[in-house]
C-alpha cells in the first residue's frame, strides 16, 4: 500500500471508529432508557398499589389516629402523580426508541466503512482517486445524517459502559472461536 493511499485509509480508519463509537453509545443510551422505564414502572405500581391500600383503610378507619392514614394517602398520591407525568411528555421508551433508530443508521455507516477499507486493504480499489471518490460519497451521506437529524441524547453513563463494552469486552470484534461455532462450516475459510 502506498503512502498516499495509507493516509486515506487512516483517515477511514479514523471515521469507522468515530462511527463504531457513534453506534454503540445510541445503543447503550437506548437500554440505559428502557432499565429506568422498567424500574419507574415498578415504582409505580408500588406506590399506586400503597396509596389504594391506605385509600381503602382510610374508609374502615383502620387506626385510631385519624390524621396517619390521610396525610399517607395524601404524601403517596403525591408520588404516584410525580412519577406518573415525570416523563408523560415524552416516554422513556420513545426516547429509546429514537436511539435505537440513530444507532442503526450510524451501524450502516460504520459498515459501509468497514466494507471500503476491506476494499482498500484487499486490493479491490487500488486507484487513490477511486478512494477519494468513495470517501467523499461516503462523508456527503455521513453530513446528511448529522447534519439532517439531530442526534438523540446520551449520557456519560452511556458513554462509560460503551467504551466498557468496545474497549474492554471488545463488542465490535469477532474472534476465531465465534467464527467457527457460528459461520456454518461449507462458509469458513481453512
Known sequence: M?????????????RYIKMAWTHKIQ????DLYIKESIKLKRWVAIVNALTTTSAIASL????????IVPTLTAVLAAISSYLTFRYKEKSLEEKALENKKYAAKCRNFRNMYEALLTDIMSGAIADIKEIVAKREKLEGKENELFCGETAPHTTEKAVELASKALKVN???QTNAEEIKAILPLSLQIS
Open 170 to 172: 471488545r463488542d465490535s
Open 60 to 67: 374502615f378507619s383502620i387506626f385510631e389516629i385519624d390524621w
Open 27 to 30: 445503543e447503550v443510551q437506548a
Open 2 to 14: 502506498n503512502e498516499n493511499i495509507k493516509v486515506q485509509y487512516n483517515l477511514l480508519v479514523d
